[in-house]
């Protein structure tokens, strides 16, 4: 039973990510969405560290949030938050799938 490092790399990314939006700018839905979806790919991360072939909370939260931080992106153009998030993201869902087709 590997431990998925990257995956916990990950969801501590976006809860630390939420926090900042929260600090810096006092968004408190940054803080609310960085916490849930950080807790939700953290807990993908510990199913996947037990099964590998169980990415599907990972997969539906880090898709998510390409979706939806990708047309954050396109809409603003600003690299901070939405495109560092909306990339990550999106490594996020192809590790993810290269995961279950090997």
Known sequence: MAVDWIGFSYAAAIAIGGFMGYKRKGSVMSLVAGLIFGGLSAYG????????????????????????M???????????????VSGLSLMMVFRLLLLIMV
């Open 70 to 84: 990708g047309m954050r992106y396109k809409k603003s153009g600003k690299i901070l938050p939405a495109g560092l």
């Open 45 to 68: 991360a510990y199913n996947i560290s037990n099964d590998p072939k169980d990415i599907k909370l990972s997969l539906l939260s880090s898709g998510a949030l390409a979706v939806v």
